[in-house]
Structure formats: structure tokens, C-alpha cells
């Protein structure tokens, strides 16, 4: 029996815990809450594409190294771009 599907939140906040460990969940509802003005767990594709930039913009002021923030935003983009 296949596994059930993750929600954009929970995949989004899985790639995140790759990048910022334990503060992952709070830093994905933080930005959702902040900027789209929503329930994390209502967030869509649509709203993640949305929120990119403000995510890349958060984790820019956490690092310089600039191939960590590029690395981060792309597994998002491409999440948000999955059908």
C-alpha cells in the first residue's frame, strides 16, 4: 500500500528541516501565516510559488552562503512546480 500523500505544508516543511533543523515548522508557519495570511495547513502549490521570494528573502538574512539559499529555493521551486 503506497504511502499517503503529504500536503504542500509537510513537504515544504520537510525540505526546510534539511536547511534550519528544528526550527523548520515554525519557520514555514511563520512565513505562511505572515505572508499569505492563511493556515499553514491550507497552504496550496499556488501559495508556495507565492511565498518563494519571501522565503528567499528570510533565509538570505540567516546566511551569506549564497549555494545554500540557491540550493533551498530550488528543491521549493520545484515542489511548487509538481502538478
Known amino acids: 500500500m ?3 500523500a503529504r ?3 509537510e513537504q515544504t ?3 526546510t ?3 534550519l533543523g528544528l ?3 515554525r519557520f514555514v508557519d511563520r512565513q505562511v501565516r505572515n505572508h499569505l495570511h492563511k493556515a499553514p495547513q491550507t497552504m496550496t502549490r499556488q501559495d508556495l510559488s ?3 521570494d519571501w ?3 528570510a533565509v538570505s538574512l540567516l546566511t ?4 545554500v539559499v540557491e540550493a533551498y529555493i530550488a528543491q521549493l521551486q520545484q515542489l511548487a512546480s509538481e502538478p
Not at 64 to 67: E, I, P
Open 13 to 15: 516543511v520537510r525540505i
Open 23 to 25: 526550527a523548520a515548522g
Open 7 to 9: 500536503s504542500t505544508y
Open 2 to 4: 503506497p504511502a499517503p
Open 50 to 52: 507565492q511565498l518563494i
Open 17 to 19: 528541516d534539511s536547511y
Open 64 to 67: 551569506s552562503d549564497s549555494r
Open 55 to 57: 522565503i528567499q528573502l
